[in-house]
C-alpha cells in the first residue's frame, strides 16, 4: 500500500491550495481517508476525514467551511480543498486510510497506511 500526498506549497493568506493523495494497493472505498497536519513544535493534528462507506465528511472546528475533503473512485484519489488559508494552516500535511470507526477517526490510531506528508506554508 502507498500513498502519495502532492499539492502543497507557499500562498499567502486567504489564498487556496488543493492536496491530493493518491493511493496504490488499496480501494478508497474500503476505507476512512483522512488528512492530518504537523506543525513545527506541535503534536500531528487530525483535519478531516471522509468515509467512504456512507460518504460522510468530518472536520475539525479550525477549518470547517474552509477545507472539503472528497474523492475521486476512478483515480483512487483523495483531496483536500483549502481555502480562505491563514498563517495557523502553515504545517506538514499527511494522508492517511484506516478502518477508523467514529470514535477513532480524529485520531492517528484509527488509520494504518500514512503518506510521506507535503509542505504546506502561508504567510501573512
Known amino acids: 500500500v502507498q500513498l502519495q500526498a502532492s499539492g502543497g506549497g507557499s500562498v499567502q493568506a486567504g489564498g487556496s491550495l488543493r492536496l491530493s493523495c493518491a493511493a496504490s494497493?488499496?480501494?478508497?472505498?474500503?476505507?476512512?481517508m483522512g488528512w492530518f497536519r504537523q506543525a513545527p513544535g506541535k503534536e500531528r493534528e487530525w483535519v478531516a476525514t471522509?468515509?467512504?462507506?456512507?460518504?460522510?465528511?468530518y472536520y475539525t472546528d479550525s477549518v470547517e467551511g474552509r477545507f472539503t475533503i472528497s474523492g475521486d473512485n476512478a483515480k483512487n484519489t483523495v483531496y483536500l480543498q483549502m481555502n480562505k488559508l491563514g498563517p495557523e494552516d502553515t504545517a506538514i500535511y499527511y494522508c492517511?486510510?484506516?478502518?477508523?470507526?467514529?470514535?477513532?477517526?480524529?485520531?492517528?490510531?484509527?488509520?494504518?497506511?500514512w503518506g510521506q506528508g507535503t509542505q504546506v506554508t502561508v504567510s501573512s
Open positions: 471522509r468515509r467512504w462507506s456512507n460518504s460522510n465528511t
Open positions: 492517511a486510510a484506516g478502518r477508523a470507526i467514529m470514535s477513532t477517526l480524529a485520531t492517528p490510531r484509527g488509520y494504518t497506511y
Open positions: 494497493g488499496l480501494t478508497l472505498s474500503d476505507y476512512a
